[in-house]
């Protein structure tokens, strides 16, 4: 099964993916994680990802489309993929369906996560995460059971992405609006989408995600 998670930034795909990584066996292609390991590597995809991102504007199109072709040929995607963050424009939206298609596999469900927008400053800049795990945490709403200690790994450094601020948000969110929000009509024309309240707690979307998936097989 192949699904994408949909929502603008700080709507809980990130969340969601790693919950359902652990749980069904699915792995989470994040398009957002793999232009950061590529920054902190300085690759040259890194070299020009790294402006574009701090200044909360979209990577080109060809770039991120060409790292999640990459990474589809990694066989541990073959159980099922999570797309997390990507599509993000028609054209990646596009590219997408020929990845697929040329792999002999095809999208299954998208899975918007509805949110108020008002709420997702909150979300962001209150957003924090294992440096050795990776492990996603927030300042009010999920915090370690011991503070300072990952919950995973039982690491006691926490890193804060630079883009994460109020002012690079108010972007994220125009990007999403203008760019990323009008491939929901393709989709909706196919009938895969379905739509979840991710204001709700982060266990209780789980939970409806899993029922929409457990649907479909
Ligand atoms: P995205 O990947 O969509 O940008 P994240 O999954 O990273 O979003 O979530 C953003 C922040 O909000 C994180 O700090 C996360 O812990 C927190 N969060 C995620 N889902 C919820 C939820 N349903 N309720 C409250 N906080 C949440
Ligand atoms: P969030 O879901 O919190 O907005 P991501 O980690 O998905 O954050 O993305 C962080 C940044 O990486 C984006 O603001 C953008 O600059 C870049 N990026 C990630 N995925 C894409 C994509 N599919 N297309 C273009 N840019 C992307
Ligand atoms: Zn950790």
Excluded: W
């Excluded at 489309?65 to 054209?91: C, K, M």
């Amino acid at each position: 099964m192949n699904i994408i998670l949909l929502g603008p930034p700080g709507a809980g795909k990130g969340t969601q993916a790693s919950r359902l990584e652990a749980d069904r066996g699915m792995v989470q292609l994040s398009t957002g994680d793999m232009l950061r390991a590529a920054v902190k590597a300085g690759t040259p995809v890194g070299l020009q990802a790294k402006a574009v991102m701090e200044a909360g504007e979209l990577v080109s199109d060809a770039i991120v489309s060409a790292l999640i072709g990459e990474r589809l040929d990694v066989a541990d995607t073959a159980n099922g993929a999570i797309f997390d963050g990507y599509p993000r424009t028609e054209a990646q939206a596009e590219a997408l369906d020929l990845l697929l298609s040329e792999r002999g596999r095809k999208l299954d469900a998208v899975i918007e996560l509805a949110v108020n927008e008002d709420a997702l400053v909150e979300r962001i800049t209150g957003r924090f995460t294992c440096a050795k795990c990776g492990a996603g945490y927030h300042d009010t709403f999920k915090q370690p059971a011991v503070e300072g200690v990952c919950d995973v790994c039982g690491s006691d450094e926490f890193k804060r992405r630079p883009d994460d601020n109020a002012e690079t948000v108010r972007t994220r969110m125009a990007e999403y609006r203008a760019k990323t929000a009008p491939i929901l009509p393709i989709y909706e024309a196919r009938g895969i989408v379905h739509r979840v309240d991710g204001m709700a707690d982060i266990a209780q979307v789980t939970t409806e995600i899993e029922a929409i998936l457990d649907r479909l097989t």
